[in-house]
């Protein structure tokens, strides 16, 4: 993963969500009275975080973000980049400051750290089967409140690419937006009247007959929902090279090369935010 992704990824709205989202974790823990019992505001501390399996990692540069929150004295390295994958026993990153502000950091690091290399770690899982295929591995919007952004950051991180940030940069066209309009047709032009210029359009279907219809409207993607294999075939073929096709539900690390060898575009998975367990690491202190 290039070394500015991070940056790229985390400007403007992004970044302000992250910062937000570490001030408020930071301020959910409170004050960390043990170690300011037991550590003066000069006892300085060096701390190591070390990974405790082999993963795919992220969230290393959001380390010195955290640190900032409590002063600029902490200094932090970080020994590999965000997308690597480690060996269990390799050091990712390397801190030194006041012994306080590391302490009362740790956790909020380690949430960050094991939660988006989790992510990441289960993210390559999914890539590796589609190598060969054209198919490209999305994630979706089921993510935690308020870690939209580090979370598909992480997907990223791990080999593949996001889907829509917000509602706004894709429109989704649903069984509700349909029976509102009356159909799928009419759904597309209510859009396409209503902005201009309207942002790419994706219609959910479920059905052959709504492929049918999406097939002849100006759409950008057809999504293809908790269709069986054959019935993915069917539709596939009855979608123009023009159109998009996105394959969704039901998928799983056993099935996604068979979906993927059947010609769509994308593959989304929801578990890849939703479900994918925490990597494991530690955080070792050496008092100085």
């Known amino acids: 993963m290039p070394s500015n992704t991070f ?30 019992g037991l550590f003066t505001e000069s006892d300085m501390a060096q701390a190591m975080i070390v990974a405790k ?3 795919v990692v992220a969230g290393l540069p959001i380390i010195p973000l955290i640190l900032e929150f409590g002063g600029d004295q ?6 590999v980049d965000d997308g690597d994958k480690v060996s269990e026993g390799t050091m990712v990153a390397a801190l030194q400051g006041p012994a306080q502000q590391l302490l009362k950091a740790e956790r909020v690091i380690m949430n960050f750290l094991c939660h988006l ?48 940030l917000t509602l706004s940069d894709m429109l989704m066209l649903k069984d509700n937006h349909i029976d509102r309009a009356g159909s799928i047709s009419q ?7 209503a902005h201009s210029p309207c942002p790419p359009i994706e219609v959910e279907c479920r059905t052959l ?25 069917t539709a596939l073929g009855i979608v123009p090279d023009t159109i998009e096709t996105e394959i969704s539900g039901n998928v799983t690390l056993e099935n996604i090369r068979d979906i993927a060898e059947l010609g769509p575009d994308f593959i989304s998975v929801g578990k890849l935010t939703h479900s994918a367990p925490s990597s494991d690491f530690s955080m070792q202190f050496i008092a100085l």
């Open 74 to 79: 902490c200094q932090t390295h970080l020994n």
């Open 117 to 164: 290399s989790g992510i990441a770690n289960l993210t390559a899982q999914y890539v590796e089967p589609l190598k060969g295929t054209d198919a490209q591995l999305l994630d979706t919007r089921k993510t935690l409140p308020g870690l939209r952004f580090p979370e598909k950051y992480a997907v990223l991180a791990g080999g593949a690419k996001n889907h829509r």
């Open 7 to 36: 940056d790229d990824f985390f400007q403007a709205e992004a970044r302000m969500f992250l910062l937000a989202t570490i001030r408020i974790a930071l301020a959910e823990d409170g004050s960390d009275l043990t170690s300011m």
């Open 187 to 193: 759904a597309v032009d209510a859009l396409l009247r």
């Open 53 to 55: 399996q082999d993963t």
């Open 209 to 233: 007959e709504e492929v049918e219809e999406a097939a002849q409207c100006e759409i950008q993607r057809i999504m293809l929902d908790n269709m069986s294999a054959e019935t993915i075939k």
